[in-house]
């Protein structure tokens, strides 16, 4: 709680987590890890306990995020963060919106506890704790992939790795599924070009204004009209258009940035196709033209949780939970690059209820009112616990 708490206070954004990892490598160094890495993909930390030397085990991955969001926090909590940055060139608050701060601690906690079991442990636990998790600046990767392109994995590739989110679901609560848990994520631009003139005669110039609108109408029809629904889902979404300067004035260009979120690649394959082909038809009957962009800032892949991974350590999650756990039927559309690891080594991504005892409904992750409860925490860390044991005493019996 004290952790998760001063993490909570001081919350970074993206790369920039220095006092952040700075903490998380001081506390792996005082549990007494065997071989701390730090500076990796920026701001990474990688730590290493190895078990029992006299049993070749396996080699097991355990990742936390460390980052915030530049969201206002209005939580009212004592140690509500007071942190302010200029993103995008507004003043705007850091907070803890993700409960990565929950994440951290709860793997700080697994370290100590390893940490302390060693003699009785087998194998080796890798325990990674990235930055920039949400969602990376553009031209750049976010923090799984940089880390990855560091050579994480490359002087020890882990045999599994696991991951978890806290949730503003139901206390202690743990849930996963095999297959599809999380969406891909990529964004589009589209730039629409007229021709600027006087907002009193139209007919003079060509309004990307209007254009605009009716791409950003159409763009709808992908996903209710083109996609079949009954195979896989995805989702659409303009979440940026801007243009003009002056109310009596049609401007020369109108810009726009959606998100695609699928959970198979041959939908955003095409997504990708139906988004070009209205935007530069829809474009050109209004006189107009449209470049189109797509990965903007990169993108996460979908994260798919290894199908014998999944039903065979359900029983660690519930165990851990005392069974309070469940197989989610469907997946979410948000996204996670946890899927970057999960697609080098077989991965399992579960999730964690943090509401206060009795609560069913309570603020999303990234709203600035997203409370973490501290005493859902212990089900984070006995879940990676029972993970860890149970997975490297399958491979001894297999041994
Ligand atoms: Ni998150």
């Known amino acids: ?106 793997l700080l906690g697994v370290a100590r506890v390893l940490s302390d079991l060693r003699a009785e442990m087998p194998g080796t636990v890798m325990f990674i704790f990235q930055p920039a998790e949400e969602g990376a600046p553009e031209g750049e990767e976010g923090g799984a992939e940089l880390m990855l392109k560091e050579g994480l994995f490359e002087a020890e590739k882990p045999d599994a790795i696991f991951g978890m989110h806290v949730s503003n679901s139901k206390h202690g609560q743990l849930w996963t599924k095999p297959g599809p848990i999380m969406a891909s994520a990529e964004a589009f631009r589209i730039i629409v070009e007229g021709k600027q003139t006087h907002g009193s005669r139209p007919w003079n110039g060509v309004d990307p204004i209007i254009a605009a609108s009716d791409i950003a109408t159409t763009l709808q029809t992908i996903v209710s009209r083109r996609l079949n629904l009954l195979d896989s889902q995805a989702v659409v979404t303009v979440g940026i258009m801007k243009a003009g300067t002056r109310n009596n004035i049609i401007p020369s260009s109108a810009f726009m940035e959606g998100t695609i979120r699928t959970f198979q690649d041959s939908y955003a394959d095409q997504i990708r196709d139906e988004i070009k082909l209205i935007a530069e038809n829809v474009a050109a009957a209004h006189h107009a033209t449209a470049t189109v962009e797509f990965k903007v800032y990169g993108g996460y892949p979908v994260t798919f949780n290894d ?36 697609q080098q080594v077989p991965g399992l991504f579960f999730f964690l209820g943090v509401n206060s005892p009795g609560i ?28 860890v044991e149970d997975f490297s005493s399958d491979y001894n019996d297999e041994a």
């Not at 049993?55 to 926090?73: C, F, H, S, W, Y």
């Open 1 to 106: 709680t004290e952790w998760r708490r001063d993490f909570h206070e001081n919350p970074e954004l993206l790369f920039e987590v220095h006092r952040t990892a700075g903490i998380v490598a001081d506390k792996l160094k005082e549990f007494g890890v065997d071989e701390i890495v730090t500076g990796m993909g920026r701001t990474g930390v990688v730590g290493v306990i190895n078990g029992k030397t006299d049993t070749k085990g396996r080699v097991i991955g355990l990742r936390a995020d460390m980052d915030a969001l530049p969201v206002q926090e209005k939580t009212g909590v004592p140690f509500a963060s007071t942190v302010t940055t200029l993103w995008e060139g507004v003043e705007t608050g850091v907070m803890h919106a993700c409960g990565h701060d929950a994440h951290m601690a709860i």
């Open 307 to 342: 199908e014998q991974l999944a039903n065979k350590y359900s029983s660690s999650l519930s165990r851990a939970a005392d069974g309070n756990y469940y197989e989610a039927k469907v997946p979410r559309t948000g996204a996670e690059d946890f899927s970057f690891f999960a």
């Open 360 to 387: 069913d409904e309570s603020p999303t992750n990234h709203s600035p009112y997203f409370y973490v409860d501290d005493s859902a925490l212990t089900n984070g860390v006995k879940a990676f616990i029972n993970l």
